[in-house]
């Protein structure tokens, strides 16, 4: 409020920080509240950072060309062929939740997670752009994504997406850290035992180093630990 007023924090800040972590914003760490850019020119853009796309082909043809001529399994219970895993590889990058590989010795590490609702439309256009957020209390979802957009689709019809915030309890997906003060101390004992088998493990991304990264963030993080690694 110091920096918008609190006309603004309430129009654009409180309803969707109370919608997308389940409690009152006075209850997060600013941290948190910091990611939202805050200007004072005509610039639309959504981030700061000097150089933005989407890969031609999207993000699924990104991720085949990397995967090409590497061995993918599916549907595999990591913890279920754990050994199996441990005796054909030097070295394992985990990507899951920390305090689950871990049994949770330290406690369970909150997170938030998300429930899409996918529609599609017979209209050539619903919002004009790829991503549209709704930031007041009333309305039950903080986003509609229009797919098309992304790669400037045509058409008579149109796919979205709305996302709706959602509780997170074991079979549902984790998707946003909680990281507040309780449950960054926790991860810190986490943190200790994941120092503790390295090189044999390496934990990367949001769960497994339960931090709220964003894409060249974690980017950033894997080229770090890449480093580490070729280094020993």
């Known amino acids: 409020m110091s920096q918008v007023g609190e006309e603004i924090y309430k129009k654009f800040i409180y309803g969707y920080t109370k919608k997308q972590w389940g409690r009152d914003p006075k209850e997060l760490p600013s941290s948190i509240i910091r990611r939202l850019p805050i200007r004072l020119t005509f610039d639309d853009n959504y981030f700061n950072d000097i150089y933005q796309g989407i890969p031609i082909g999207g993000y699924t043809k990104m991720i085949e060309n990397m995967q090409e001529g590497v061995e993918v399994r599916l549907g595999v219970d990591f913890f279920k062929n754990k050994e199996e895993f441990e005796a054909i590889a030097k070295t394992i990058i985990f990507t899951g939740a920390i305090d689950e590989f871990f049994e949770y010795q ?22 004009g752009n790829a991503l549209v957020n709704y930031t007041d209390e009333e309305v039950p979802y903080t986003r509609i994504c229009e797919h098309k957009h992304f790669e400037f689709g045509k058409g008579d019809s149109t796919i979205i997406t709305r996302e709706y915030p959602d509780s997170w309890e074991p079979g549902k997906e984790r998707y946003y850290p909680v990281n507040n003060t309780e449950n960054n101390s926790r ?18 991304g949001r769960l497994a180093e339960y931090k709220y990264y964003d894409m060249h963030q974690v980017i950033g993080s894997a080229l770090h630990k890449f480093d580490q690694l070729t280094k020993l």
């Open 106 to 127: 330290h406690g369970s590490l909150e997170y938030r997670s998300l429930r899409f609702e996918t529609e599609e439309l017979n209209l050539p256009d619903y919002q």
């Open 187 to 204: 991860y810190l004992e986490y943190k200790k035992l994941a120092e503790s088998v390295f090189p044999k493990y390496v934990f990367g």
